[in-house]
């Protein structure tokens, strides 16, 4: 087994396909496919399901994959270790929740994209949950999430608080938890759903409806034309068009918080291109700014 053809595997189960794969490694097609199946011989499994759609990683291919990713990752360490100090390139991969990547990240990303245009970085946004399970899978090299976080090949850090309101249409200017009849949510494992899920046990109000989207957009929209309630930070919907379109009410103390934290994998040491990174969101966004 040699890096090459991990590197291949890596690239194929990400593609889902030979084709691709070839594409994006700037190799053939045989080279990929010849390494694949000299890598299956080896290790005397099938790592693939052949199909008229692409390949598919087997139960033996899912359990290879997150080794083929901290050895890539191993690798662009080592190469990063060998560069000039300051001069960070390669791809620095991130996740971010939803809202700190739309209201938080964007300057930031923008700076660190001006003072390093030779690092290729690339964004994956969604459930802090989500993104908790791309840093374990060597997916991202970390990510922004609603915290705290409690497992044991995580460390975070914490970055700033927001501050959470409940949302209703712009006609509802006093909402009591008896009032979320029916109330719209990002998908589970994102942190906002937990902290209005909690709001509301401990209010001892059910809700009749819970309706779960997929995009903050459409919630805010649906929350506008009266369909329903949500809870989201201030600072994502204290802009417009959102502002003039909805009312805001406070939440209890024990719910009104949420820590942003920037968790990374336990004894992973980060690449010069994320320390730089992390310089830049430290001095950014300290704990208590809304900005």
Not at 29 to 43: A, P
Not at 156 to 171: F, H, K, N, Q, Y
Not at 173 to 181: H, I, V
Request: charged share 20%; hydrophobic share 45%; proline share 6%.
């Amino acid at each position: 087994m040699d890096s090459t053809a991990l590197r291949m595997f890596l690239a194929v189960a990400e593609e889902g396909g030979v084709t691709r794969a070839a594409e994006k490694l700037h190799c053939v097609q045989s080279n990929v496919t010849s390494h694949i199946r000299k890598l299956e011989k080896q290790l005397g499994v099938v790592l693939f399901h052949r199909n008229r759609r692409g390949m598919v990683p087997t139960a033996a291919g899912l359990q290879l994959l997150p080794y083929a990713r901290s050895v890539k990752r191993l690798l662009e360490e080592a190469q990063a270790a060998l560069r000039p100090a300051g001069c960070p390139s390669g791809l620095l991969r991130l996740g971010a929740m939803d809202t700190a990547a739309a209201v938080h990240l964007p300057a930031i990303l923008a700076s660190y994209h001006r003072h390093y245009p030779e690092v290729e970085l690339r964004l994956a946004t969604g459930a802090s949950s989500e993104m908790v399970r791309q840093v374990l899978d060597f997916t991202v090299e970390g990510a922004l999430v609603g915290g705290p976080v409690h497992h044991n090949d995580i460390v975070g850090e914490e970055i700033l608080v927001e501050e959470l309101v409940a949302i209703s249409c712009a006609t509802n200017c006093r909402l009591q938890p008896k009032d979320c009849r029916t109330v719209l949510v990002y998908r589970q494992g994102c942190s906002c759903r937990r902290r209005f899920e909690d709001w509301l046990a401990a209010a001892r109000c059910v809700p009749d409806n819970v309706i779960e989207f997929g995009t903050l957009d459409a919630i805010l929209s649906c929350v506008a034309a009266g369909m329903g309630v949500t809870v989201l930070p201030y600072s994502f919907v204290d802009r417009e068009p959102y502002r003039s379109l909805v009312s805001l009410h406070p939440l209890p103390g024990p719910f009104a918080q949420l820590p942003i934290f920037f968790v990374q994998r336990r004894g992973v040491a980060p690449p010069e291109a994320l320390e730089l990174f992390l310089r830049l969101l430290r001095n950014g966004l300290a704990p208590g700014d809304q900005g």
